[in-house]
């Protein structure tokens, strides 16, 4: 991380006054940029005796509503009182003198996000199932909230929610392309983009989505059996359709028949292993906790991988604009058109659930 782009990310001395002013004063303090995200940033902080995690948009252009921290902050508010388990909200600050941006302050949670491997203590056939059983029974207490009695009855409009999901990333992808396809073009993202567009459902039910719902935004309590003690990352919460939510967790999800994964570096393959819950178990137990059918689910898998090639364009932009040092970024050169033949994959039934 170079120091300039860290001075871009945070004012040291005018976050210290905003959160003494908030918080109270401490001898001590230490600030931290995380390094595991790819999309919004998050600064670590020890705060005197307190541990606090600070989001904020990455600097920069981007793409309309594609990096709302406040909207984040609010339905993080909503949700914490409820049996969705999130990390307690604090502070939220529309004052750009401070960061340069919109930010909020969160409690940090003690526990293991699970991206490179399972934690030794999971490796037992018993663990490795509930890893994915505690991954989906949360997903369907989102999708059970009453959300009009958390006060987010006007938090979206989800009728018509699919629709402009896929209209949605296409325009994100617009936005990308203004500059990457100087680079390269991608015409199977276009015929994929097609294909969504003539098949949306035309009914869905009306749930709180998440919309980043995956395996490495949930944590996982210290000790056994796995206990999932923290959702993060509702930068893309919204009323919609619950499916969405499903399809997209899936396409991170591997089963041991799956092909070689698209993007190797961003792919979690441990719940390849024997005792892990497949794709098509996931799906019946959700179904079950629910009472929602998972219908036209080759749909919504290839929504999910859309939206993944549209968000590493997003990405493959940025970089070529300067605005990110994630070394990532250069890599969507190869790795969207990756995603595009995996969406075809999965449109003409070579990639089942």
Known sequence: MSDTYYERLVDEDALVAYLSAHLGSVDAYEIERH???????????????????????????TADTAHDVLREYRVTDAVADTDVPVPEPLLACEDHDVIGSDFYVMEQLEGDVLREGEPERFAAPEHRRRIGEELVDTLAKIHDLEYEAIGLGEFGRPEGYTQRQVDRWGKQLTWAFEVTEE?????????????????????????????????????????????????????MATLGDPRADLGWMLSYWRDAKDPEPSIPELTTRFMEQEGYSSRT???????????????????????????????????????????SDDPMYPKMEDRVPALAARAKRIIEGDEPL
């Open 183 to 235: 680079e390269r073009e991608i015409p199977t993202l276009h015929e994929v983009g097609e294909w969504l567009r003539d098949n949306v459902p035309e009914a869905h039910p009306h749930t709180l989505v998440h919309g980043d719902y995956k395996l490495d935004n949930v944590m996982f309590a210290p000790g056994t059996p796995p206990e999932l003690v923290g959702v993060f990352d509702w930068e």
């Open 35 to 61: 390094q595991e995200g790819h999309s919004n940033e998050t600064l670590f902080v020890t705060w005197g005796d307190r541990e606090l995690v600070i989001r904020r948009p990455p600097p920069g252009e």
């Open 281 to 323: 178990e996931l799906v019946e137990r959700w179904e079950d906790r629910t009472g929602y059918a998972f219908e036209h689910e080759r749909f919504y898998r290839t929504l999910a991988v859309y939206k993944l090639a549209a968000l590493g364009e997003m990405f493959f932009r940025r970089y070529l604009e300067g605005n």
